[in-house]
Each structure stands twice: as structure tokens, then as C-alpha cells.
């Protein structure tokens, strides 16, 4: 039996001086939601224990095509809008499949 592929995308983010709490409200809010999305199997938000303004996010997925769903969404699109507001740099953005289940 061949193993289902996963697609696992991780975020880095860095907010800027001063706006880390905004930045972790905004993810906050976005990880119940995108919880219920069909095709997501993990939402997982981080924050560094060296830096409080880095924090992490980790995405599985069934598929890349259901990721892509994910991203136009209304409430991650909005996310993205309000990025430039508060990131220090773009996100560090990986993507992955699953070799062993």
C-alpha cells in the first residue's frame, strides 16, 4: 500500500519593533479558521524562545492543490495585506512532502 503524500509548507515571520503582539493576534486569529479548511491535517503556531518577535508557523496539507485553496481564502488574503504592517522582512516560506508517514 502506497503512503498518501502530504504537502507541508512552514512560515518564518519576523515582526517589526514594537508590532510582535499585533503580528501574533493576526496569526492567532487565523489558525482556528484555517483548522476547519478541507485538506488541512495541522495548523501549528510557534514563537521563539530567543527572539519575541520570530515566530513560526508549521502546515500540513493532504495536497498542494488544498494549500492552494488555502491561500485564497478571504481571511488569508486580508493576512497577507497586513503583512507589509508588520513584518520586518518577507516571510521565509519551505514547502515539503512526506517521505515517511
Excluded: C, W
Excluded at 18 to 29: M, V
Excluded at 38 to 43: E, I, M, R, S, T
Excluded at 86 to 93: I, W, Y
Amino acid at each position: 500500500m502506497t503512503p498518501k503524500v502530504q504537502f507541508i509548507v512552514t512560515f518564518g515571520y519576523r515582526a517589526k519593533p514594537g508590532k510582535a503582539a499585533e503580528l501574533e493576534r493576526l496569526l492567532r486569529n487565523r489558525v482556528p479558521i484555517s483548522r476547519t479548511e478541507a485538506g488541512n491535517l495541522d495548523y501549528r503556531l510557534y514563537r521563539s524562545t530567543t527572539d519575541d518577535h520570530v515566530f513560526f508557523l508549521f502546515t500540513r496539507y493532504t495536497s498542494e492543490k488544498s494549500f492552494d485553496v488555502h491561500l485564497y481564502q478571504p481571511y488569508t488574503l486580508s493576512a497577507m495585506a497586513e503583512f507589509e504592517e508588520l513584518l520586518a522582512d518577507p516571510p521565509r516560506v519551505e514547502t515539503y512532502q512526506s517521505i515517511l508517514g
